[in-house]
């Protein structure tokens, strides 16, 4: 399990909680050599099966199915041969372990997690794609997966948990504790297929366990040439808090963050002289944000459809950081314009522990159109609607002046017109639009709004 925080329910529940081609062979020459012999594979060869444990497995089987026919693996092929490679330059060469069959895929989840199923299946959403920084965070994130399934925790932590806790008080805990407004799909298909894992990702590992995960993730990483200061850096980039959705529940078990970082520092210490030089690093991220820039855009659309709209914006921002062409810019400004009356960023009231379980009881109870509604009431809400409708359109017209203008930049412009009661000059993006996108997916729905828009102009 690799959470951003111990805290974090929504996170612990998948157990952490990216990825296109490989990088060039340039790149991969570039990287430094390993200082340190290889540190023995982390096994757990004392572990034997039992009828507990192949109940769990058949459980894990069943979901590697259910994410398949739900839709949620991410249906590109080069992302999941990414995560592959990463993977498999992590595991000790010609490695077999009893009831494991590794697999490496990114799942359509705008939630920031990573898990790892007790038969090898090893998941990286799409949310946890765009917070990271480099590949070799990337493999720090693997590793610690890899471990837990080397280790056999799943299987240890449920021998040792599953006699206090009924199935249903799982569901019970997971209904009670986690809004349904944070729950995302992916979640919602472990709860309801695989309650006895759902008992290690909500609970979590023990501290000896995740501290296991760790140290041996950090050899895993040193093994495959990997920089291994990035699992302390990821930490912090994991802690990023954006939906304010980080409750403290049943986790203060779990290592927490801080504590994490410093024994991994401390870890780390006596091997200073592998530190991986800066611009390496530097050059690390520039491919690895060239090879999975289409997989963070369809990140940004599962953001937006989910309301994470905060992290839309951070997202966005980050690519267009990267690369400001003309679809980067358009989704910085979609973000913007969908985030609306909302403070970019929450403040720090907004992120104690009571006001976030309060406005979380809140999602519970009103849609995203009734809380626009209640901020546009007030002046702070209309102040920020305004700002924010003025850099989305400035947004639009840089993505329009950009090089290869995206066609969805003019129906981007058509719905911020439409919103602001521009209507002639909504029905002309529109227009220009399905012009330059004859074939467009929503093409009648399109066609649909401009003729109520030229109704209206009669």
């Not at 002046?401 to 209507?423: C, S, T, W």
Request: hydrophobic share 40%; charged share 30%; proline share 5%.
């Amino acid at each position: 399990m690799f959470p951003r925080k111990p805290t974090n329910l929504i996170v612990a529940a998948l157990c952490f909680c990216i990825v296109f081609t490989s990088l060039s062979p340039v790149a991969l020459a570039q990287k430094k050599t390993a200082p340190v012999e290889a540190t023995p594979p982390p096994l757990n060869e004392r572990f034997k099966f039992g009828e507990v444990d192949l109940e769990v497995l058949e459980q894990a089987d069943l979901l590697d199915v259910r994410f398949e026919r739900d839709g949620l693996v991410l249906a590109d092929e080069s992302a999941n041969a990414y995560l592959r490679r990463v993977g498999q330059a992590l595991l000790p060469r010609d490695l077999v372990l009893e009831r494991v069959s590794w697999k490496f895929r990114a799942l359509r989840d705008p939630q920031p997690n990573a898990f790892a199923l007790p038969n090898g299946s090893i998941y990286v959403t799409t949310g946890l794609i765009t917070l990271i920084d480099n590949e070799s965070q990337l493999a720090a994130i693997i590793a610690h997966e890899l471990t837990h399934v080397m280790r056999r925790h799943t299987y240890m932590h449920n021998r040792s948990t599953r006699k206090k806790f009924l199935t249903m008080n799982v569901m019970q805990a997971v209904g009670a504790a986690s809004p349904l407004s944070l729950v995302g799909a992916v979640i919602t298909v472990v709860t309801t297929v695989a309650p006895f894992i759902m008992m290690a990702t909500i609970y979590g590992y023990s501290r000896d366990l995740e501290r296991e995960a760790d140290h041996k993730g950090i050899d895993m990483m040193i093994s495959a040439e990997y920089s291994p200061e990035e699992m302390v850096n990821v930490l912090k980039v994991l802690d990023k808090d954006i939906e304010g959705e980080n409750i403290r529940l049943f986790y203060n078990d779990h290592p927490a963050l801080d504590e994490r970082i410093k024994y991994l520092s401390s870890y780390l210490g006596a091997r200073a002289d592998k530190v991986t030089h800066q611009m390496e690093l530097n050059r690390e991220r520039a491919a690895y944000f060239r090879n999975m820039e289409s997989v963070m855009r369809h990140n940004l659309q599962l953001a937006i459809n989910a309301g994470r709209v905060r992290s839309a914006v951070y997202l966005a921002q980050r690519l267009v950081d990267f690369h400001d062409d003309s679809e980067n810019l358009f989704w910085l400004a979609e973000s913007y314009r969908m985030l609306g009356p909302r403070a970019p960023q929450l403040t720090e009231k907004e992120l104690t522990n009571s006001a976030k379980k309060d406005a979380a009881k809140k999602r519970e109870k009103r849609t995203a159109e009734e809380e626009e509604r209640e901020l546009l009431a007030t002046p702070a809400g209309k102040d920020n609607w305004q700002r924010h409708q003025q850099l989305a359109e400035e947004l639009y017209q840089r993505a329009l002046k950009a090089e290869n203008p995206a066609p969805v930049v003019h129906r981007g412009l058509g719905m911020l017109y439409e919103k602001l009661g521009r209507g002639s000059d909504a029905a002309a993006e529109y227009e220009k639009y399905l012009e330059l996108s004859p074939s467009a997916v929503d093409r009648g729905r399109i066609q649909r709004r401009i003729e109520v828009l030229k109704e209206k102009l009669k």
